[in-house]
């Protein structure tokens, strides 16, 4: 440590209740990534079915983002793009 004295991992600090809890989170946790690694090779192969039948992957991303957001937030966001690229000269 930055003072000189060192941390000395002794798992009877925590209690066999708490030793127990931190093994379920940490394994929960485990799980829920495994998930997470299992969703994104799915998608990966949805975005590639959809590239090879001619659709614009990053358009796609586009329109899920777009789907995500509150319908009045995106319309004022717009509306604000709109404003700035007119003012731009770029519409």
Request: net charge negative; proline share 1%.
């Amino acid at each position: 440590m930055a003072d000189g004295t060192t941390f000395h991992a002794d798992p009877d600090v925590l209690t066999a209740t708490a030793q127990g809890r931190l093994r379920t989170i940490i394994e929960r946790l485990e799980r829920l990534e495994e998930d997470k690694q299992a969703v994104m090779a799915d998608m990966k192969e949805v975005f590639a079915e959809a590239k090879g039948e001619g659709y614009d992957v990053k358009i796609l991303r586009k329109v899920i983002r777009i789907r995500k957001q509150d319908k009045a937030k995106r319309q004022e966001e717009e509306a604000i793009l709109d404003l700035y690229l007119s003012a731009l000269g770029e519409v």
